[in-house]
C-alpha cells in the first residue's frame, strides 16, 4: 500500500520562509522520483520540483529555482520542500507525488500555503 502524508503547510508573510515535508509510507521508497506540485483556484496544477530516487538530480519549475529547494531523506522515506521569498503568487494547495515507471504515480491529499501580508 501507498500513502503520502504532507504536512506544514500555513500562513506567511511575503518574504518569508516555509518546509514541507511528505512522508512516504511506501515499499522501495527508493526507487522513486519524488515531486512537489501546486494548484492555486482557477489555475491548471504546476510541477514545482522534482528530484530523482538517488537524490542526485532535481529539476525546478519555471521562475522556481533560486527560491525553493527540494531534498530527501531516503532513510526516513520524507521529501522535503524548503519555500524561501514567498509571494502571493505562491498561494495553492501544495501535493506531493511519488511517480516510478510502469504506472505507479501516487499522490498526497495536499497541504494549503498562504502567503500574505
Known amino acids: 500500500q501507498v500513502q503520502l502524508v504532507e504536512s506544514g503547510g500555513g500562513l506567511a508573510q511575503p518574504g518569508g520562509s516555509l518546509r514541507l515535508s511528505c512522508a512516504a509510507s511506501?515499499?522501495?521508497?527508493?526507487?522513486?522520483?519524488m515531486s512537489w506540485y501546486r494548484q492555486a483556484p482557477g489555475k491548471q496544477r504546476q510541477l514545482v520540483a522534482r528530484?530523482?530516487?538517488?537524490?542526485?538530480?532535481?529539476y525546478y519549475g519555471d521562475s522556481l529555482k533560486g527560491r525553493f529547494t527540494i531534498s530527501r531523506d531516503n532513510a526516513k522515506n520524507t521529501v522535503y520542500l524548503q519555500m524561501n521569498s514567498l509571494k502571493p503568487e505562491d498561494t495553492a494547495v501544495y501535493y506531493c507525488?511519488?511517480?516510478?515507471?510502469?504506472?505507479?504515480?501516487?499522490w498526497g491529499q495536499g497541504t494549503q500555503v498562504t502567503v500574505s501580508s
Open positions: 507525488n511519488a511517480f516510478r515507471t510502469g504506472g505507479f504515480d501516487y
Open positions: 528530484i530523482s530516487s538517488s537524490g542526485i538530480r532535481t
Open positions: 511506501i515499499f522501495t521508497f527508493s526507487t522513486y522520483d
